[in-house]
């Protein structure tokens, strides 16, 4: 089955700083790439999402990038606020009716 | 946006009882709907994945008997946690799907403890 690896599991920017959050995959029919934002005790929030046809995607201060030759993509988050601080996932998925295989997650705390 | 419901939000129940989580989808119809199990400081793990009118689909390792899944209509899947133990705590988290798309929605999540 699939693998998702997610480094690093911590991370502490300084506020306005970037962040960069990278994850690998295994499956080579993966096509699916969604990030996903959680606070503590809620649900995960779609951020950002690419799909295998495209190599990046920017949305505001979010961007993701992927490398389908290498099994890698990464999250990029500029200029970030205090309010960027919580636990992000990344995961690969494929047709409608596959589940999502998550990352372990990172833990960004954006210190004022 | 799409919007999907979790009901109840917490739940507290003694050992050996059986909890019945509901997942709606409130503004689309969702074919498949999928369960996660997320422990504290971990990643979410999936379950099973929940298909409208067949047998839900489990992971390796998720008992299909403790954990009775039910998709009876394109907006409703529950997931039934038979005979409850403390083990079985945790954030119990469903997602639904656009069938057009590969997007999958969360619900609020159910936070179970078994004493």
């Known amino acids: 089955g699939e693998n998702v690896e997610q480094h690093p599991s911590t991370l502490s920017v300084q506020e306005g700083d970037s962040a960069v959050i990278k994850c690998t995959y295994s499956?080579?029919?993966?096509?699916?790439f969604p990030w996903y934002k959680q606070e503590l005790g809620k649900r995960p929030q779609l951020i950002i999402d690419?799909?295998?046809?495209?190599g990046e995607k920017k949305d505001q201060r979010i961007a993701v990038t992927l490398n389908k030759t290498a099994k890698h993509f990464s999250l990029h988050i500029t200029e970030t606020q205090p309010e960027d601080s919580a636990v992000y996932f990344c995961?690969?998925?494929?047709?409608?009716?596959?589940?999502?295989?998550f990352g372990s997650g990172t833990r960004l705390q954006v210190q004022p | 946006g799409a919007v999907v419901s979790q009901h109840p939000s917490r739940v507290i129940c003694k050992s050996g009882t059986s909890v019945k989580i509901e997942c709606r989808s409130l503004?689309?119809?969702?074919?498949?709907m999928f369960w996660y199990r997320q422990f504290p400081k971990q990643s979410l793990m999936l379950m099973a994945t929940?298909?409208?009118?067949?047998?839900?689909?489990?992971e390796q390792g998720v008992e299909k008997d403790k954990f009775l899944i039910n998709h009876a209509s394109l907006t409703l899947s529950t997931l039934t946690v038979t005979s409850a133990h403390p083990e079985d705590s945790s954030f119990y988290i469903c997602?639904?799907?656009?069938?057009?798309?590969?997007?999958?929605?969360f619900g609020p999540g159910t936070r179970l403890t078994v004493l």
């Open positions: 995961a690969s998925g494929g047709t409608g009716r596959r589940a999502l295989t």
């Open positions: 499956d080579s029919a993966s096509n699916y």
């Open positions: 690419i799909r295998s046809n495209v």
């Open positions: 503004d689309f119809q969702a074919t498949t």
């Open positions: 929940s298909n409208e009118g067949s047998k839900a689909t489990y």
């Open positions: 997602s639904a799907s656009l069938a057009a798309t590969d997007t999958q929605y």
